[in-house]
């Protein structure tokens, strides 16, 4: 029997094939709306996951909505922390964005698939991606300063709660603090969080962006 083609939707989504429609015809207009390198390395990546049946890097990409709405959050900033590498799409999403851009990504895990996805960068757009493997949960004791953080890691509260004050003082006047999957039943430490944090933000669907004052 033939494998089942890897796509957009996880295993258990139990959305009905309208709702499903629904979600397809807004992922393909935000994916047209991305910056031309970024959807294209979003549509090469989805191509390669999908020759090789790698389902899980599919399932823990950022889609190209929350692509749109984070890269409008992070706006222009040179120097971006992401916490939670995964298979690095939105690594590379991030650092295709904006020429010159540096980012930097921690993970707990050096999760191989990772490789197979940098390979799609050009030796000098990979040369911008820093990769910083943090096995046991430790975020960097002494962040390198950064215009903008992407927290998108275990969505637990103790830790997200510990990561936002690991790099609160390393974000520039002005930068910001971007928290995935906030206000989604699927993980409640996101929300309890922000909510323990005390944050004045402003919850952009599913994320939630906090800006450092001046
Ligand atoms: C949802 S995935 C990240 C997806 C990725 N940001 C993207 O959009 O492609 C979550 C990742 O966080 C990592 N992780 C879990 N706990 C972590 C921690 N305490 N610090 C850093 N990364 C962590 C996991 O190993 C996993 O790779």
Redesign the pocket.
């Known amino acids: 029997m033939g494998r089942a083609r890897p796509h957009l939707f996880r295993s258990d989504d139990e959305r009905s094939p309208v709702e499903r429609a629904r979600r397809l015809a807004l992922q393909a207009a935000s994916l047209a709306r991305l910056p031309r390198p970024v959807a294209a390395f979003w549509v090469r990546a989805m191509r390669r996951a999908q020759a090789e049946g790698d389902t899980w890097s599919i399932d823990?990409?950022?889609r190209p909505a929350e692509l749109r709405v984070l890269l409008d959050a992070l706006a222009d900033a040179p120097r971006i922390a992401?916490?939670?590498?995964?298979?690095?799409?939105?690594?590379c999403c991030l650092t295709l964005a904006r020429p010159g851009r540096e980012v930097h990504s921690?993970?707990?895990?050096a999760?191989p698939e990772r490789e197979r996805y940098l390979a799609l960068l050009s030796a000098a757009d990979r040369a911008r991606v820093h990769l910083h493997d943090?096995p046991g949960?430790?975020?960097p004791s002494d962040p390198p300063p950064v215009d903008a953080v992407?927290i998108?890691?275990?969505?637990e509260l103790e830790?997200t709660v510990a990561?936002f004050r690991t790099w609160q003082p390393a974000v520039s006047p002005g930068g910001v603090i971007a928290f995935?999957d906030y206000a989604d039943d699927a993980y409640p430490g996101v929300t309890e969080a922000v909510r323990e944090l005390g944050l004045q933000g402003e919850a952009r669907g599913h994320l939630y962006v906090w800006r450092k004052p001046r």
Do not use: I, N
């Not at 921690?106 to 895990?109: A, K, P």
């Not at 998108?152 to 969505?155: A, E, L, N």
């Open positions: 823990v990409a950022c992401e916490v939670g590498t995964a298979a690095a799409w939105t690594t921690w993970d707990v895990e999760h943090r949960g430790l975020g992407f998108d890691s275990s969505h830790e990561t995935h």
